[in-house]
């Protein structure tokens, strides 16, 4: 079983920066696609930005030009670079990691507040 250990939320003024990070435990990260998603009061959880295990990636259109998602197998890590943050982005942002046989898990979520 996979745990996922988000970090690096926090309060920030818009058009500041932030940057998440998700460690794994286990060994299956390298094969595994990651994905960032977050959740704002009232509103379904959405895909932020996604990152297969050979490194491509995709955005949400809103976030686009803005974010970076990223990863380092070696340290079984997973980044999300967040630049000029608007007040629209605050959420809570969750870490997902995906396999090919639909082994799935979450971290516990990390609070992003940007405010105007």
């Known amino acids: 079983q996979v745990q996922l250990v988000e970090s690096g939320g926090g309060l920030v003024q818009a058009g500041g920066s932030l940057r998440l990070s998700c460690a794994a435990s286990?060994?299956?990260?390298?094969?595994?696609?990651m994905g960032w998603y977050r959740q704002a009061p009232g509103k379904q959880r959405e895909l932020v930005a996604g990152?297969?295990?050979?490194?491509?990636?995709n955005y949400a259109d809103s976030v686009k030009g803005r974010f970076t998602i990223s990863r380092d197998n070696a340290k079984k890590t997973l980044y999300l670079e967040m630049n000029s943050l608007k007040p629209e982005d605050t959420a809570v942002y969750y870490c997902?990691?995906?396999?090919?046989?639909?082994?799935?898990?979450w971290g516990q979520g990390t609070q992003v507040t940007v405010s105007s």
């Open positions: 997902n990691l995906r396999t090919s046989y639909n082994y799935q898990s």
């Open positions: 286990g060994s299956i990260f390298s094969i595994s696609t």
């Open positions: 990152i297969r295990s050979g490194g491509s990636t």
